[in-house]
């Protein structure tokens, strides 16, 4: 059974930066794609990126250039924030799935796992 688990959430100023962590538990495999997407109040759950193993990680077109997702490990995804502004003020939550990331990566019905959500919040 696999188990995901958010941490690194917080505060911080617009214009700054976060880190969160993703770490799975229960990987059958080293092939699965880990995605991130973020809530905010009143609004649909969205897909801010997904990577799997040894492909580049695709992004939502809203935080290119501001956000990076690595692999730390096989069972560990990080999202990197920078540049953080007010749109950016959600709880954030990791997804995986089994297999590759494709092209519908952003689609949270893909993810049968997820983890329990990490808040960050952005102050002007």
């Known amino acids: 059974q696999v188990q995901l688990v958010e941490s690194g959430g917080g505060s911080v100023q617009a214009g700054g930066s976060l880190r969160l962590s993703c770490e799975a538990s229960g990987f059958t495999s080293a092939s699965y794609c880990m995605g991130w997407f973020r809530q905010a109040p009143g609004k649909e759950r969205e897909g801010v990126g997904a990577?799997?193993?040894?492909?580049?990680p695709q992004y939502a077109d809203s935080v290119k250039g501001r956000f990076i997702i690595s692999r730390d490990s096989y069972n560990t995804a990080i999202l990197q924030m920078s540049t953080l502004n007010s749109n950016d003020a959600a709880v954030y939550y990791c997804a995986a799935h089994r297999g590759w990331c494709g092209g519908t990566w952003y689609q949270r019905f893909e993810y049968p796992t997820w983890g329990q959500g990490t808040q960050v919040t952005v102050s002007s």
């Open positions: 990577i799997d193993n040894g492909r580049s």
